[in-house]
């Protein structure tokens, strides 16, 4: 079964600073990855998402990822975070027509 | 588009009393959605795939008689609780599949129901 890992439960960065936030996968075949962003008590957005192509891909809310084979990892970026981007960020990857999502990150950001 | 709601946003109910929520695609058809539970800070455990007119599909070690699943039309899906207990209590979210054109995720999500049972 494809899976994916997010190795770190929380991610605390400054306001203006890089934000990443990690995540690799297990797939057989090509991998169908997405990014999605949780607020309290509210449900999923999508962010982006790797089908195939480049391996930069440009999301919402000036986010990116970059898909790479060799690492088999697909970490989530923004250049310069804001406090607004505070949430829980969750990695999944498609299995068929369902997702299976990673345990999550909790970013913080401070002003 | 491709909006999906769930209600209610949050529910407290006493033990051994039954819940129900609904989530509805407000503006597509829904031929499959699919229930999550996600406890505090936590992951979502993909609870059952409820595919209209026919019985749903519940993933290993969730008790299909506890958590009943509807889907008696292309727009709503039902999950009630049955008799509850405090160790219900979660968070519970639902999403329909995306039918093709309504963007670029696979899933829409309703926003979450909170259910605390005392």
């Known amino acids: 079964a494809q899976s994916v890992a997010q190795p770190e439960d929380q991610v605390n960065v400054a306001e203006g600073n890089p934000l990443t936030v990690k995540c690799t996968y297990s797939?057989?075949?090509?991998?169908?990855l997405f990014w999605y962003v949780q607020y309290p008590n509210r449900g999923l957005q999508f962010l982006l998402k790797?089908?195939?192509?480049?391996?930069l891909v440009k999301g919402s809310y000036g986010f990116e990822a970059e898909f790479n084979k060799s690492q088999t990892s697909f970490h989530l970026k923004k250049p310069s975070a804001l406090v607004s981007d505070s949430a829980l960020y969750f990695c999944?990857?498609?299995?068929?027509?369902?997702?299976?999502f990673g345990a999550g990150t909790t970013v913080t950001v401070r002003a | 588009g491709a909006v999906v709601s769930q209600h209610p946003s949050w529910v407290i109910c006493k033990s051994g009393t039954s819940v129900k929520i609904e989530c509805r695609s407000l503006?597509?058809?829904?031929?499959?959605m699919f229930w999550y539970r996600q406890f505090p800070k936590q992951s979502l455990m993909l609870m059952a795939t409820?595919?209209?007119?026919?019985?749903?599909?519940?993933e290993q070690g969730v008790e299909k008689d506890k958590f009943l699943i509807n889907h008696a039309s292309l727009t709503l899906s039902t999950l009630t609780v049955t008799s509850a207990h405090p160790e219900d209590s979660s968070f519970y979210i639902c999403?329909?599949?995306?039918?093709?054109?309504?963007?670029?995720?696979?899933?829409?999500f309703g926003n979450g129901t909170r259910l605390t049972v005392t």
């Open positions: 797939v057989s075949g090509n991998p169908y």
């Open positions: 409820s595919n209209e007119g026919s019985k749903a599909t519940y």
């Open positions: 790797y089908i195939t192509g480049d391996n």
């Open positions: 999944a990857v498609r299995n068929d027509y369902k997702l299976s």
């Open positions: 503006d597509f058809q829904a031929t499959t």
């Open positions: 999403s329909a599949r995306a039918p093709p054109g309504t963007g670029n995720s696979p899933l829409h």
